[in-house]
């Protein structure tokens, strides 16, 4: 009923930046060895109950518009869930909750607004908690309906003084606070033979933000907030034993927020109302 698992990674990265305009070249070589170990316990044949701790690493580096480099980011991460089949193996379900600690995060600092020069920095360490869930109920052998959810508290916890970006208790960029979708399909058989399948799913995600407070030298906000954002899919098609033939709307409800918050001109959107004929050939 009970396993444990150990584990290990070991990374290894070297790097050479040559650039005209520096004197000399960069060099540099990180390695870490990453640990993890997890257990889980089986509660019966349907159900599990599981916590892991796994530490993640990401390379220092150059920048290209900065003489400074930046150092290596560490991130460990504590979870505990549990997964189970019910009512006659007709709902699956699955929860967790984590917390994770960064060491040495890597954000983005701004070189130059006018020419978009920026570079990356270790602007402190972050602290990350939330929890996600899932359902996908059967009610029969034709119609199921499935809920997905989580929500994500993010903060600096610590500031580097050398890189004055955020301020302790910041969130961190580009990180939506909670997103949520609901799905429903419909399984038949079609007059002429085929199989039938019809979708429908709705998925909704809040906002995130974008902070510099550099940017308030330079006379512009420097903090911007995207806004919630909404999507509607759908899909009806035929399927053969090697022929598939789907008839698709993607984004029914023309959503055109912008999905990321931006200070610039540039900027990040979904496709706008999208409709297509999908054919596809198994060998």
Do not use: C
């Amino acid at each position: 009923q009970l396993t444990l698992t150990l584990g290990a990674r070991y990374f290894e990265d070297e790097r050479e930046l040559k650039d005209s305009r520096l004197p000399n070249s960069k060099s540099e070589r990180f390695d870490h060895l990453s640990p993890m170990i997890s257990l889980n316990y089986l509660i019966s044949d349907n159900a599990s109950l599981y916590a892991s701790v796994t530490e993640g690493f990401r390379s220092g580096g150059f920048n290209e518009f900065s003489v400074e480099n930046y150092d290596p980011e560490t991130v460990r991460s504590y979870e505990i869930g549990a997964k189970a089949v019910l009512l006659d193996g007709r709902l699956d379900t699955s929860g967790a909750v984590f917390y994770s600690e960064y060491k040495d995060y890597q954000g983005v600092d701004i070189v130059d607004p006018v020419l978009s020069q920026f570079a990356l920095v270790n602007p402190g360490e972050v602290e990350m908690q939330g929890a996600e869930i899932s359902a996908q109920l059967r009610l029969n052998e034709h119609l199921s309906f499935g809920i997905n959810g989580n929500y994500i508290d993010t903060e600096f916890t610590k500031i580097n003084p050398t890189s004055p970006i955020y301020n302790v208790g910041d969130p961190i960029d580009y990180t939506p606070r909670y997103s949520y979708g609901i799905n429903a399909r419909y399984d038949f058989s079609w007059s002429f033979g085929a199989a039938g399948f019809a979708l429908i799913d709705y998925n909704r995600q809040g906002g995130s933000v974008w902070t510099n407070r550099i940017f308030a030298n330079f006379g512009l906000p420097f903090r911007v907030e995207s806004e919630p954002t909404s999507f509607i899919n759908a899909q009806i098609g035929a399927q053969w034993e090697s022929i598939t033939v789907r008839l698709f709307g993607r984004n029914l409800s023309d959503e055109r927020e912008l999905t990321l918050p931006v200070v610039s001109n540039s900027f990040v959107q979904n496709r706008p109302r999208t409709l297509g004929l999908e054919l596809k050939y198994d060998f």
